[in-house]
């Protein structure tokens, strides 16, 4: 339909993506300065209105796509995205669903389907979770194990730390993230010496050579994503100069045939 492709045609003209953009920006700047008791009481009226109006605009960009695109709106993930996220925000926010309130700050959320950039390493993101699975498991098991260990060797030495299985994994959680580790390492090592070469062996294992494995896998899957706009233009320049190469390689081969079949004898 004429109307279906006019409208489609200004959603995606560069200007009012940016336009959508700024908006977003702004509305996710409004709702932080929301927080402020101070803003409120000079000028929360004001931001009030910032919110409703970029609210507004952001139903009418959503029912736009919608009528634009048809049943293929659906087909697009990113479009479900942002349909759950201005229906959340359409939600009465007293009563019941007051909690709901804070959630509109996911609005800020729409810069990822907003930006093709953000949506590529998102999506990059996504395509490593099967491997990233893997090693999650492999984590797992290994801070059980570890944790299974500390409960028999340090539960009666630290019991404020690994007294059962449930606090030695908090305690072992708190160790790999790099959370003071040393202290605890230090109140092991009053009762038992030793107990450095069991948290040193833990921290290489399980913070540098599974963050090394959660890089690895990060860096492949965005390798393998999709091209960057730079990247599509080469390429596409290759292409044309590869046609244009063949083409010129016709022209010889048919110029170097002509010279080799040599001058037709008169009749």
Same mark, same amino acid.
């Given at each position: 339909?004429? $109307?279906?492709?006019l409208i489609?045609? &200004?959603?995606?003209?560069?200007?009012?993506?940016? %336009?959508?953009?700024?908006?977003?920006v702004?509305?996710?700047? *409004?709702m932080g300065?929301? *927080?402020?008791?101070?803003?409120?009481?000079?000028?929360?009226?004001?931001?009030?209105v910032v919110? /409703?109006?970029?609210?507004?605009?952001?139903?009418?960009?959503?029912a736009? /796509?919608?009528?634009a695109?048809?049943?293929s709106?659906?087909?697009?993930? =990113?479009? =479900?995205?942002?349909a759950?996220?201005?229906?959340v925000? @359409?939600?009465?926010?007293?009563g019941?669903?007051? &909690?709901?309130?804070?959630?509109?700050i996911?609005r800020?959320?729409?810069?990822?389907?907003?930006?093709?950039?953000?949506?590529?390493?998102? $999506? #990059?993101?996504?395509?490593?979770?099967?491997?990233? %699975?893997?090693?999650?498991? @492999?984590?797992?098991l290994m &801070?059980?194990?570890a944790?299974?260990?500390?409960?028999?060797?340090? $539960? !009666?030495?630290?019991?404020? /730390?690994?007294?059962?299985?449930?606090s030695?994994?908090?305690?072992? +959680?708190?160790?790999?993230?790099g959370d003071? =580790? $040393? *202290?605890?390492?230090h109140?092991?090592?009053?009762h038992?010496?030793w107990? =450095?070469?069991?948290?040193?062996?833990?921290?290489?294992?399980?913070t +540098?050579?599974?963050?090394?494995?959660?890089i690895a &896998?990060?860096?492949?899957a965005?390798? !393998? #994503?999709?091209?960057?706009? %730079?990247? *599509?233009?080469?390429?596409? !320049?290759?292409?044309?100069? /590869?046609?244009?190469?063949?083409?010129?390689?016709?022209?010889? !081969?048919?110029?170097?045939?002509?010279?080799?079949?040599?001058p037709?004898?008169p009749?």
């Amino acid at each position: 339909m004429p $109307g279906q492709e006019l409208i489609r045609a &200004v959603l995606e003209r560069p200007l009012v993506q940016r %336009a959508i953009i700024t908006v977003i920006v702004v509305n996710a700047v *409004t709702m932080g300065m929301e *927080t402020s008791d101070y803003l409120m009481d000079h000028a929360g009226g004001l931001l009030h209105v910032v919110d /409703r109006a970029a609210l507004a605009i952001f139903t009418v960009e959503l029912a736009a /796509r919608l009528y634009a695109y048809g049943r293929s709106f659906f087909k697009d993930p =990113w479009n =479900w995205f942002d349909a759950v996220i201005v229906t959340v925000s @359409l939600v009465p926010a007293s009563g019941p669903t007051s &909690v709901l309130r804070a959630l509109r700050i996911l609005r800020a959320l729409r810069l990822v389907s907003a930006v093709p950039s953000m949506r590529r390493v998102v $999506g #990059a993101l996504l395509a490593a979770v099967p491997g990233m %699975a893997s090693i999650i498991g @492999l984590l797992v098991l290994m &801070v059980y194990i570890a944790a299974v260990i500390t409960t028999k060797l340090f $539960g !009666d030495l630290v019991p404020a /730390r690994f007294e059962d299985l449930s606090s030695s994994l908090f305690t072992l +959680f708190q160790i790999m993230t790099g959370d003071d =580790w $040393g *202290t605890v390492a230090h109140e092991v090592m009053a009762h038992r010496p030793w107990a =450095w070469i069991f948290f040193i062996a833990y921290i290489l294992m399980s913070t +540098f050579v599974a963050l090394n494995l959660f890089i690895a &896998v990060v860096v492949n899957a965005m390798n !393998d #994503a999709e091209p960057s706009p %730079a990247e *599509t233009r080469a390429q596409a !320049d290759l292409e044309a100069m /590869r046609q244009e190469l063949s083409a010129v390689n016709a022209k010889l !081969d048919q110029l170097l045939m002509r010279e080799h079949a040599g001058p037709r004898p008169p009749a």
